[in-house]
């Protein structure tokens, strides 16, 4: 079955540096990739989300890329902000059939830290 | 918009006992729900999809006796999870999708301690 694979497990940086997180995804079919964000004791919230037909995507400080031949994925952060501060997962959707019964395949989560 | 509810918030209750976790699409109609289980510091792990008016589908090694699931409308699910065993204590987040869409609007979930 499907499976996507996310690294790294934490993550630490300083104010204002760049952060970057990666996935992996097995099944060649999976078209529709999200990206959320969950703080603590909250519900993951979608930040940037990114369809196969398209190779990168940007909104403000967040982006993220899609190589599809690669299968991977990953989620670009710039200029941090103690704010970012949370847990992000990574998600890959496959395509094909109805849109109505395809599920979400989660990334095992990204702790990222940004020190003041 | 796309704003997804759920209740109770938390919930304590005896061995033994059935609860009820209710799901609602506030603004949207959702024809496809699903419900995921998290323990700390891990991701998040299906349960099972459930489509308005159908049977739900469960995840392996989800037991559907146990975890009883109803979407009998287009905003409103239901996990009813009965016969609560300590064990069953995690946190309990409903997501909602509406027809050919592909994005997932979480609801902030419930917190269920069995005592």
């Known amino acids: 079955g499907e499976n996507v694979e996310q690294h790294p497990s934490t993550l630490s940086v300083q104010e204002g540096d760049s952060a970057v997180i990666k996935c992996t995804y097995s099944d060649s079919a999976s078209n529709y990739f999200p990206w959320y964000k969950q703080e603590l004791g909250k519900r993951p919230q979608l930040i940037i989300d990114i369809r196969s037909n398209v190779g990168e995507k940007k909104d403000q400080r967040i982006a993220v890329t899609l190589n599809k031949t690669a299968k991977h994925f990953s989620l670009h952060i710039t200029e941090t902000q103690p704010e970012d501060s949370a847990v992000y997962f990574c998600a890959a959707k496959r395509g094909g059939g109805s849109s109505n019964t395809g599920k979400l395949i989660f990334g095992q989560g990204t702790t990222l830290q940004v020190k003041p | 918009g796309a704003v997804v509810s759920q209740h109770p918030s938390r919930v304590i209750c005896k061995s033994g006992t059935s609860v009820k976790i209710e799901c609602r699409s506030l603004?949207?109609?959702?024809?496809?729900m699903f419900w995921y289980r998290q323990f700390p510091k891990k991701s998040l792990m299906l349960m099972a999809t459930?489509?308005?008016?159908?049977?739900?589908?469960?995840e392996q090694g989800v037991e559907k006796d146990k975890f009883l699931i109803n979407h009998a409308s287009l905003t409103l699910s239901t996990l009813t999870v009965t016969s609560a065993h300590p064990e069953d204590s995690s946190f309990y987040i409903c997501?909602?999708?509406?027809?050919?869409?592909?994005?997932?609007?979480f609801g902030p979930g419930t917190r269920l301690t069995v005592l």
């Open positions: 459930s489509n308005e008016g159908s049977k739900a589908t469960y």
């Open positions: 997501s909602a999708r509406s027809w050919g869409t592909d994005t997932q609007y």
């Open positions: 603004d949207f109609q959702a024809t496809t």
